[in-house]
Structures are given as structure tokens and as C-alpha cells.
């Protein structure tokens, strides 16, 4: 019973951030909304640094303070991140 309820948990999303091109999958923890606005908070590692922000999106890190949070728009809400990325592509 319980597998089955965290296969419809939704976990991460595929978002654009606003005003560039990126597209990224991260997790929902990362996003905050209100009624004008979504918001995506992003680590602070150089963009050089793939392998550690992908381990901090795989692993659901929660974010810190010193985190910038950036423009966003919501795209899609997936399970799992292995299918969130399907769409990132």
C-alpha cells in the first residue's frame, strides 16, 4: 500500500526559469509560490559544478539561506526525477 502512494507523490518539477532558456527538473522543495509568482531556489555552486547541483536535485537537498531564488514557471509535476527529465531534454 505504501508503494503505491509515493509513486503518485509528486516530487519534482520541470521548470523554465523566466526570462532565459533554461529548463531544469528539481525538486517541488525548491519552489514557493503565491498568488502573483513561483519562485525557484537554486545552490550556489559554480555552473561548472554539474555533477554536485545533479546530486543536490537527485537527492532533494533542502535549500539554505544563501540560495538565490530566481523567476520560475512550472511546466510539469513528476514522481520520479528520472521522468521529470524526459522533459527537460
Known amino acids: 500500500m505504501q508503494a ?3 509513486r503518485k507523490m509528486k ?8 526570462g ?4 531544469e527538473a528539481v ?3 525548491w519552489l514557493k509560490t503565491n498568488e502573483s509568482e513561483t519562485v525557484c531556489s537554486w545552490p550556489p ?6 555533477s554536485r547541483i545533479m546530486n543536490a536535485i ?4 533542502v535549500p539554505q539561506d ?5 523567476p520560475a514557471e512550472i511546466i510539469r509535476k513528476c514522481g520520479q526525477l528520472h521522468y521529470s527529465l524526459h522533459f527537460v531534454c
Open 27 to 29: 525538486p517541488l522543495s
Open 45 to 50: 555552486y559554480p555552473s561548472r559544478a554539474t
Open 66 to 70: 544563501d540560495w538565490q531564488s530566481f
Open 20 to 23: 532565459t532558456d533554461d529548463v
Open 11 to 18: 516530487l519534482y518539477a520541470v521548470v523554465h526559469f523566466l
Open 4 to 6: 503505491v502512494f509515493i
Open 58 to 61: 537527485a537527492e532533494r537537498i
